[in-house]
T-cell receptor, first 115, second 112 residues
Framework: DGGITQSPKYLFRKEGQNVTLSCEQN?????MYWYRQDPGQGLRLIYY???????QKGDIAEGYSVSREKKESFPLTVTSAQKNPTAFYLC??????????????FGEGSRLTVL | GQQLNQSPQSMFIQEGEDVSMNCTSS?????WLWYKQEPGEGPVLLIA?????ELTSNGRLTAQFGITRKDSFLNISASIPSDVGIYFC????????????FGKGTKLSVIP
C-alpha cells in the first residue's frame, strides 16, 4: 500500500543527545515536510523539501537539520541545540497537483520525549 | 507570518447533533484543506477546496470555501462517537506554494 512511514513511533532521549527520525514515502511525491505539534497548538513547519538535494527552513528550523538524498526519504535530526525537543513530530508529502495545489498526506507521527 | 483563527477551540456535543466549525484569516487563500487527527495519529485529509464559493461533501461532512477567500467552514451532520478528534483547517495562499498555514484545531467530543 502507498503511504508515508515514520519511525520510530516513540523515542526517548537524554538531554544533550542528537536523535534522527525517519520518514519514507512510496507515493512518488516530490515534496516532503516536517512539522512539530505541541499540545493545543497547530502544526508548525520545521523544514520542507521540494526536490532531491534541496530543502528550505520553515518557521522553527533552529535546532533541527534535514537531508534529502533520495526522493523517498527525508530524515529529521533533532540536535542538542533544540531547547525544547519534547513533542510530536509529523512528516508529510505532497505532489504539485494542478497549479501547485497539492494536498499534504501525513505519516502517523513520532513522539519524542527528552528525559 | 500568516495566521488562521479557528473556532471553536473545543466542543462537547450529544450524539446525533450537527457540528459547525470555521477558520478565518486576514489574508486571501486559494486552497483550503480540512483534516481530522485522532490521538497519537497523523492528520487525515477530509476535504479539499480550490475555488471561492465551492461547497464539497464527504459523507456527513460538508465544507465550504468562503466567497471572500478568507474563510472556510466545516459542518458535520448527525454526529457519531467516532467523529471524536481534533479537526484542523489549513490554507495555502499562492499557486505553486508548497507551504500550508494551519489553524490550531477544534477538539470535538461526542457524548453518547
Amino acid at each position: 500500500d502507498g503511504g508515508i512511514t515514520q519511525s520510530p513511533k516513540y523515542l526517548f532521549r537524554k538531554e544533550g543527545q542528537n536523535v534522527t527520525l525517519s520518514c519514507e514515502q512510496n507515493l512518488n511525491h516530490d515534496a516532503m515536510y516536517w512539522y512539530r505539534q505541541d499540545p493545543g497548538q497547530g502544526l508548525r513547519l520545521i523544514y520542507y523539501s521540494q526536490i532531491v538535494n534541496d530543502f528550505q527552513k520553515g518557521d522553527i528550523a533552529e535546532g533541527y537539520s534535514v537531508s534529502r538524498e533520495k526522493k523517498e526519504s527525508f530524515p529529521l535530526t533533532v540536535t542538542s541545540a533544540q531547547k525544547n525537543p519534547t513533542a510530536f513530530y509529523l512528516c508529510a508529502s505532497s505532489s504539485p497537483g494542478l497549479a501547485g495545489s497539492g494536498e499534504l498526506f501525513f505519516g502517523e507521527g513520532s513522539r519524542l520525549t527528552v528525559l | 507570518g500568516q495566521q488562521l483563527n479557528q473556532s471553536p477551540q473545543s466542543m462537547f456535543i450529544q450524539e446525533g447533533e450537527d457540528v459547525s466549525m470555521n477558520c478565518t484569516s486576514s489574508s486571501i487563500f486559494n486552497t483550503w484543506l480540512w483534516y481530522k487527527q485522532e490521538p497519537g495519529e497523523g492528520p487525515v485529509l477530509l476535504i479539499a477546496l480550490y475555488k471561492a464559493g465551492e461547497l464539497t461533501s464527504n459523507g456527513r461532512l460538508t465544507a465550504q470555501f468562503g466567497i471572500t477567500r478568507k474563510d472556510s467552514f466545516l459542518n458535520i451532520s448527525a454526529s457519531i462517537p467516532s467523529d471524536v478528534g481534533i479537526y484542523f483547517c489549513a490554507g495555502r495562499s499562492g499557486a505553486g506554494s508548497y507551504q500550508l498555514t494551519f489553524g490550531k484545531g477544534t477538539k470535538l467530543s461526542v457524548i453518547p
